[in-house]
């Protein structure tokens, strides 16, 4: 097995580029707060960038002065970007020019069929694959996965991943019938053009790696790292989600949150740490992938 040299290891070290992109449809939850001090760890341990790029792609879906807020929540814990704040809605232009060489490779198709058109299991048979069915107008585009095998990558945290791009969706949409980028095409455009490395970031989310993995491929592009975090869930094992009234991030000083956050990393610094620069500093000292469990982790959502 080929080895990096410390010259290649440490040139690495410097490229590496994170970031941390919410959706601003509402506050910041304490999984979403989690997710933002993992990255943020993740990137000043390896002496790199930490990016912030607001995912606004979805205009149906955003509140406004939802952004503002979260912003403002990240302030408030010590989590300062490295540069200015990217705001996805800005990028149609990239979105559009990668969508249009998808479809000219032969790679995207236009389809005609809706939800109700699925199948009880919602995998998209290839319907539309070879010309759209008779009697139906193009709606959205969708990606084709039947021309490819497994993807396999390995997790930081939750280890060795296999599964197929269509695994859970079939060929999968990257324009919507609204017209609109979908998200797992406008995530790897966006990060691509941002030079990201590594992607760190919650496990709900891991099911869409082998998917976006194969836009990469698609686009010829080299894929950057990843890493899961756990995945926050109530006392019930819901996964915690922004409308959860009894919220740390809400109900407790930040001090307070954070520590919980660090807690569900495994990084909670000793009790006479308790301003939030200090926490950030002794977990940044002590951090590592290995120490981060895999998951679900259980907030601890009621102040004592």
């Not at 859970?168 to 949409?173: E, I, K, L, N, R």
Request: charged share 25%; net charge neutral.
């Amino acid at each position: 097995m080929k080895t990096s040299s410390p010259e290649q290891l440490a040139r690495q070290q410097e490229s590496y580029i994170g970031r941390f992109a919410p959706s601003p449809t509402g506050p910041l939850h304490f999984g979403s707060l989690v997710a933002a001090v993992g990255s943020w760890l993740q990137a000043r341990a390896h002496d790199g960038k930490w990016l912030v790029r607001i995912e606004d792609i979805d205009p149906p879906r955003v509140v406004p002065g939802a952004a503002e807020q979260q912003l403002e929540t990240l302030r408030r814990f010590g989590l300062e970007p490295d540069g200015a704040v990217q705001y996805q809605s800005q990028f149609d232009e990239r979105h559009q020019a990668a969508l249009n060489r998808l479809i000219r490779s032969g790679q995207a198709y236009p389809c005609g069929c809706s939800r109700r058109d699925l199948p009880p299991d919602g995998i998209y048979p290839g319907t539309c694959r070879n010309g759209l069915a008779e009697g139906r107008s193009p709606r959205s585009i969708r990606l084709r996965t039947d021309r490819t095998g497994p993807v396999t990558f390995h997790d930081l945290v939750q280890g060795r991943q296999r599964e197929h791009p269509g695994a859970h969706t079939g060929d999968f949409v990257i324009r919507r019938a609204d017209g609109l980028i979908a998200y797992q095409l406008a995530v790897v455009v966006d990060d691509h053009d941002a030079g990201i490395t590594e992607v760190v970031r919650g496990a709900d989310l891991i099911e869409s790696t082998a998917r976006q993995i194969h836009v990469y491929h698609c686009l010829g592009w080299q894929p950057p790292r990843w890493m899961h975090l756990p995945l926050i869930v109530d006392e019930h094992g819901r996964k915690l989600s922004k409308s959860d009234k009894d919220d740390p991030v809400d109900r407790r000083p930040a001090p307070e949150a954070l520590r919980l956050a660090l807690r569900a990393l495994g990084h909670e610094p000793p009790a006479p740490v308790r301003n939030i620069s200090g926490m950030l500093e002794h977990a940044l000292a002590r951090w590592s992938p290995d120490r981060v469990p895999r998951g679900p982790v259980t907030a601890e959502m009621h102040p004592d």
